[in-house]
T-cell receptor, first 112, second 117 residues
Framework: KQEVTQIPAALSVPEGENLVLNCSFT??????LQWFRQDPGKGLTSLLL?????REQTSGRLNASLDKSSGRSTLYIAASQPGDSATYLC???????????FGKGTMLLVSP | DAGVTQSPTHLIKTRGQQVTLRCSPK?????VSWYQQALGQGPQFIFQ???????QRGNFPDRFSGHQFPNYSSELNVNALLLGDSALYLC????????????????FGPGTRLTVL
């Protein structure tokens, strides 16, 4: 069964701290992996997309890595800010049609 | 450039009723996928439409059906509603790449919150 797991389920850090969110997936035969942000009661905002042939992607203070052999991806957030508080979801595309299998997310709280 | 839009924003129904949710994809996108997100869970894939046909389907019963129109907009229909159908329903659009597999980013709408009483 193809599954995506995210650890930790919740994380609370003080402003300015660097942090890492973890995502693991079964079955290394993924086409791509995508990280999303979700604010309470809202839709999903795409943060980074890593193709299966890539090792990492960067956007501003965000860096995502992909290690297919170990079935892991990490999202690194540098110099966290209160505005980063949200739930972060990772999703793997096991299908060539880019349909996504999601983890349950990590709820991040950055306190001033 | 308008992103993915969904209507209505919120909906309250009773058990046994039927509901229709609507989605307009991002400009230039031709593929629409629907997801169900229960409270505290990650979204689960329902089905995907391309060229007005259902291309892939997740593990959802036949009570869930859909449609895609020539302008690429889409509807999700749920019949015989159950309490367990209460969730946030998300629509995602993408642009079909020229080759396979598809590698485009999925763009999500704000969702429709369905409450079944």
């Amino acid at each position: 069964k193809q599954e995506v797991t995210q650890i930790p389920a919740a994380l609370s850090v003080p402003e300015g701290e660097n942090l890492v969110l973890n995502c693991s997936f079964t079955d290394s035969a993924i086409y791509n992996l995508q990280w999303f942000r979700q604010d309470p009661g809202k839709g999903l905002t795409s943060l980074l997309l890593i193709q299966s042939s890539q090792r990492e992607q960067t956007s501003g203070r965000l860096n995502a890595s992909l290690d297919k052999s170990s079935g892991r991806s990490t999202l690194y957030i540098a110099a966290s800010q209160p505005g980063d508080s949200a739930t972060y979801l990772c999703a793997a595309a096991y299908s060539g049609y880019s349909t996504l299998t999601f983890g349950k997310g990590t709820m991040l709280l950055v306190s001033p | 450039d308008a992103g993915v839009t969904q209507s209505p924003t919120h909906l309250i129904k009773t058990r046994g009723q039927q509901v229709t949710l609507r989605c307009s994809p991002k400009s230039g996108h031709d593929t629409v996928s629907w997801y169900q997100q229960a409270l505290g869970q990650g979204p689960q894939f329902i089905f995907q439409y391309y060229e007005e046909e259902e291309r892939q389907r997740g593990n959802f019963p036949d009570r869930f059906s859909g449609h895609q129109f020539p302008n690429y907009s889409s509807e999700l229909n749920v019949n015989a509603l159950l309490l367990g159908d209460s969730a946030l329903y998300l629509c995602a659009s993408s642009r079909r790449t020229s080759g396979f597999p598809a590698t485009d980013t999925q763009y999500f709408g704000p969702g429709t919150r369905l409450t079944v009483l």
